[in-house]
């Protein structure tokens, strides 16, 4: 039998949440009892979930009275779970673009959501009556929140994780482009520090109970790094890629590097998932943008750039959705006779922790990455030089589950601290199987002094470890799980680029933006097809967006009253030239070349 995994795993000293399909399960820790339940919903609440899709942001405030979860309709849905067995969904708010991660405050009054447009929003618990009608929109926002949510923060890349200082007076930021940021909260708009030297964009930060001055972190680079991050200052880089890299199981189809010019989503915007092939399969018309705002902003070109911007990120959206559908990394049988894709190892750390052992007196950093099956322990650098960076290793450990890692949490018990670890259990290495036998989705591991894990004792496994693998499973189908995408990351963060098509390259003007790019291909020739890129109409749309964007605060041609833009310096000359047009009502094209001869 096919079951839901638990792709999110929280658990505390009281209940314990997870997230597996469309459905999730707040559960008793200490007996193990189911508390609230999606899956008991009758069968139009039931039919609600479906609609809504797999969780994709799943979150709990310290009591667990209350609990934040979006699916794939973008829409924050708060629960309430005080009464108990009674779970009552207390609001729905739509977000204005997919979800990355969603944490409450330590109070539980405020919600935060950061999305792949690069933005954190704050929400308050209860939502507020919406604003009116007139109500100008706020400055300095990207595009139109339909909840009234407020910004705290932007990047201009995929916002790929968050944390709040232990005081809540800063909150730490990383991006798909390599920056991590030191912010105040909630005055987002004063950046504190950066803290630079990722090469490869950032997945994972961590903010160590034992070293709060010290925050760790990791992504698509061979290093972990811990920084002084009020400083911005690197204390330690810790060499993991060749450790980790044997246990990576999951592979993702090669795609070809694509550049600014290829469609492929990788753009600046930061919602394209990673684009790839899948941007030509789009059909015409299909974006969720396509027609909003229609006959606002004409003859405004900020409003008109902006519309533009919302409807180039919704399509790209949209070819996420379809990425996700095309990587090869889940074990769904597949039909049809296609040759089977070039496969890669791509190498994303997932999560990062530290753990503590022998009564506190040892700190361990532990970290797995996305399609990986070990989980791995390395001692915390007791004294992190402060002038240069240390690139030791050191004594890694791990431990080998046979099954990729989805999730693990730390919690504290009696004895220390244990951590609870959930798997893709039914995950098999040979596509088009799925792995039978006896289902164990979460293992309960401890870390002794030296570092290494082991099993946790049999008469400290609690009645909660035995529910959630058993009584909590939910029955799936195979078109069920292949919508989870558990590892669309591995092929959406990546950016895919090379030295000749770096996105960074723009071109000045639309006429740099050749319709053909020819390629060294030795099979091509000058009037062939062969060796030669073309420029579609949404490429040349990009272009032409930025081109907008970048004269955005200039004078426009119809506002200077002329055809062209005059030189600096040449203000007065130019109201003499915008007088004489106006008197002569808008004739003498001659003279006005003449008059930009002259200034010219």
């Not at 009020?230 to 044997?246: H, N, Q, T």
């Not at 609690?462 to 558990?486: D, E, G, Q, R, Y």
């Amino acid at each position: 039998m096919s079951v839901f995994p638990y792709s999110k795993l929280i658990v505390g000293s009281s209940y314990a949440l997870v997230a597996s399909g469309h459905h999730f399960q707040v559960l008793n820790s200490l007996t193990g009892e189911i508390a609230h339940s999606t899956v008991s919903f009758d069968d139009d609440r039931q039919q609600s979930l479906l609609k809504s899709g797999p969780i994709r942001c799943v979150t709990a405030d310290t009591s667990f009275s209350h609990v934040a979860a979006v699916g794939d309709d973008k829409k924050l849905k708060v629960w309430g779970t005080r009464e108990e067995g009674l779970l009552e969904l207390l609001s729905e708010r739509e977000l204005p673009k997919k979800p990355t991660d969603v944490q409450f405050t330590r109070d539980g009054q405020t919600i935060l959501v950061s999305d792949k447009f690069g933005d954190v929003f704050s929400y308050p618990l209860h939502p507020r009556p919406p604003p009116a009608a007139d109500q100008p929109k706020p400055k300095f926002v990207s595009h139109d929140n339909p909840s009234g949510g407020n910004l705290i923060l932007g990047h201009t890349s995929l916002l790929t994780s968050f944390v709040l200082t232990l005081d809540e007076k800063y909150i730490i930021t990383a991006d798909r482009d390599e920056h991590i940021r030191v912010s105040w909260y909630p005055q987002g708009y004063s950046i504190e520090r950066y803290c630079l030297g990722h090469e490869k964009f950032v997945t994972s930060l961590h903010l160590p109970p034992t070293h709060p001055s010290q925050l760790i972190s990791g992504g698509g680079d061979p290093d972990i790094k811990i920084w002084d991050w009020m400083s911005g200052s690197l204390l330690s880089s810790i060499d993991v890629r060749d450790a980790i890299e044997p246990y990576i199981k999951v592979r993702v189809p090669k795609r070809r590097k694509g550049g600014w010019y290829d469609g492929d989503g990788d753009g600046d915007d930061g919602e394209g998932g990673g684009g790839g092939d899948s941007g030509g399969k789009k059909e015409k018309g299909k974006g969720k943008g396509k027609g909003k705002g229609k006959g606002k902003g004409k003859g405004k070109g900020g409003e008109e750039v902006e519309q533009k911007l919302e409807e180039d990120d919704d399509q790209e959206m949209d070819q996420d959705i379809e990425l996700q559908d095309e990587a090869k990394v889940t074990t769904i049988p597949t039909s049809g006779t296609a040759p089977e894709p070039e496969l890669e190892t791509v190498f994303a750390l997932q999560n990062v922790k530290t753990v503590t052992s022998n009564g506190g007196n040892s700190v361990f950093i532990i970290f797995s990455a996305i399609g990986a099956t070990a989980l791995f322990s390395i001692p915390y650098p007791s004294d992190p030089p402060t002038s240069s960076p240390l690139s030791s290793p050191g004594q890694i450990t791990s431990i080998n589950f046979e099954k990729p890692i989805l999730d693990f949490t730390v919690v504290p018990d009696v004895r220390g601290e244990v951590i609870y670890v959930s798997l893709d259990a039914q995950y098999s290495e040979d596509i088009g199987t799925l792995s039978t036998g006896k289902v164990t989705l979460v293992r309960i591991l401890r870390c002794d002094e030296s570092g290494k894990f082991a099993e946790a004792e049999s008469d400290s496994i609690s009645p909660l470890i035995t529910s959630l693998n058993t009584t909590c499973l939910i029955p799936a189908t195979p078109v069920a799980l292949k919508s989870l995408a558990l590892y669309s990351a591995l092929s959406s963060l990546p950016k895919h680029i090379d030295a000749e098509n770096d996105p960074m390259d723009l071109p000045l003007s639309i006429n740099d933006a050749p319709s053909q790019q020819k390629t060294p291909d030795a099979t091509g020739d000058d009037e062939g097809n062969m060796g030669v890129k073309r420029t579609n109409a949404k490429q040349i749309g990009k272009i032409k967006t930025r081109i907008a964007l970048a004269g955005a605060g200039k004078e426009s041609p119809s506002e200077a009253g002329g055809s062209g833009n005059l030189k600096r310096g040449a203000a007065e000359d130019g109201r003499e030239r915008k007088r004489t047009r106006s008197e002569g009502g808008g004739e003498g094209l001659e003279g006005d070349v003449q008059m930009e001869d002259t200034l010219s």
